[in-house]
């Protein structure tokens, strides 16, 4: 399905930057990868992508600094040649009620949430400029689209993603290139193992799928997004949430 196309997926040695980046290598992409840290955790990741006969590399990066990630960019494209999907994964959450957030706390989310993927895209656009193609694909939240009590910079930062999504789609469609965004529910990683029991069950209770989601259900998206079965579709807002926000 992706066979000779390269993907970039930032966040992509764990959780469900991993799941995505992995669908893809086995849909045939070869994947350059962007973390913030090294160690055997993002090497075991990064061999296991390319144990699907693809070619898979590391790349670390801080997307909060915008010249690092020009530099990484620049390495990748000289890699790979150019690149075909973008998927904007990397994120992180600094929760507490507006008035127990610090100034960092706000800083921190928004760098990395949307001023991450702002400067990540920006790197790589002008290739797929040249190439009159390309895909990319921001993994905004739903709490970006109905907010959610204690993560005020966490839902701004995604709803800026899904802004940034559409304004992208509109500069670029014209050159071939697609921007889409992805919004996640619960989705069963690391942070949401993390819930204490009873609200993890009041949780699924809540949802009309009666379960949370898996890493898979988000790639499985994703991967629709970056081929050409939605070549038509660009600028939307695809929620994967068993039904959270209906």
């Known amino acids: 399905m992706l066979q000779a196309k390269t993907a970039v997926v930032t966040g992509g040695t764990r959780g469900i930057g991993f799941a995505i980046a ?3 290598a086995g849909n045939g992409a070869n994947v350059a990868v962007i973390a913030t840290r090294a160690g055997e955790a993002a090497d075991r990741a990064v061999a296991e992508l390319a144990a699907a006969g693809v070619t898979a590399k590391l790349y670390l990066c801080d997307i909060r600094n915008a010249e690092a990630v020009d530099a990484a960019a620049a390495e990748i494209l ?3 040649g150019s690149v075909d999907v ?3 994964n990397a994120g992180i959450t600094r929760d507490n009620i507006l008035p127990g957030l ?3 706390d706000i800083d921190d989310v928004i760098d990395v949430d949307l001023k991450g993927a702002i400067f990540v895209t920006r790197a790589f656009v002008r290739s797929m400029m040249r190439k009159r193609s390309g895909s990319i694909i921001n993994i905004s939240s739903v709490v970006g689209l109905m907010g959610n009590r204690g993560q005020a910079n966490y839902a701004a930062a995604k709803a800026g993603l899904i802004g940034f999504t559409k304004t992208i789609a509109k500069e670029y469609g014209g050159r071939g290139i697609r921007c889409n965004a ?3 529910g619960y989705i ?5 193992a993390a819930l204490p029991e009873e609200a993890r ?3 699924v209770k809540s949802l009309p799928l009666g379960r949370l989601g898996d890493p898979d259900d988000v790639a499985d998206t994703v991967l629709f997004l970056a081929g050409d079965a939605s070549r038509y579709i660009t600028g939307e807002v695809i929620k994967v949430d068993g039904g959270m926000y209906v």
Not at 188 to 192: F, L, N, V
């Open 22 to 24: 992995k669908k893809l």
């Open 78 to 80: 000289a890699d790979f």
């Open 86 to 88: 973008l998927v904007n």
């Open 102 to 104: 610090s100034a960092e």
């Open 182 to 184: 992805v919004a996640p």
């Open 188 to 192: 069963a990683t690391e942070m949401t």
């Open 201 to 203: 069950e009041q949780l």
